[in-house]
Nanobody, 119 residues
Framework: QVQLVESGGGLVQSGGSLRLSCAAS????????MGWYRQAPGKQREAVAV???????NYADSVKGRFTVSRDNAENILYLQMNSLRPEDTAVYYC?????????????WGQGTQVTVSS
């Protein structure tokens, strides 16, 4: 079973930056898709940014132009660079990955890392 371990969360002032990392226990190129989700208190978990096996990316409208998802294929790490952070970006951020196991599409989640943006 694949393991995803996030790091890099913390407390930052509005307008600041953070970079989240997600270390995978296997090659990131094995995954059909990887991405970042977030969940704020009292809200549903939402997709923030995803990257496909082929390297195509997609972002939530609320983070376009501020966040960048990327991966290091050699180190098997997924990143989320977050710039111009706002208080509404405060949430627990989760790393996510999908892979085919035989013919089944299987998903995995990290344990989450807290991001808090103060105004």
């Amino acid at each position: 079973q694949v393991q995803l371990v996030e790091s890099g969360g913390g407390l930052v002032q509005s307008g600041g930056s953070l970079r989240l990392s997600c270390a995978a226990s296997k090659s990131v190129l094995d995954f059909v898709l990887m991405g970042w989700y977030r969940q704020a208190p009292g809200k549903q978990r939402e997709a923030v940014a995803v990257i496909t096996h082929g390297g195509n990316t997609n972002y939530a409208d609320s983070v376009k132009g501020r966040f960048t998802v990327s991966r290091d294929n050699a180190e098997n790490i997924l990143y989320l660079q977050m710039n111009s952070l706002r208080p509404e970006d405060t949430a627990v951020y989760y790393c996510y990955a999908e892979e085919f196991v035989d013919t089944d599409l299987v998903s995995a989640w990290g344990q989450g890392t807290q991001v808090t943006v103060s105004s």
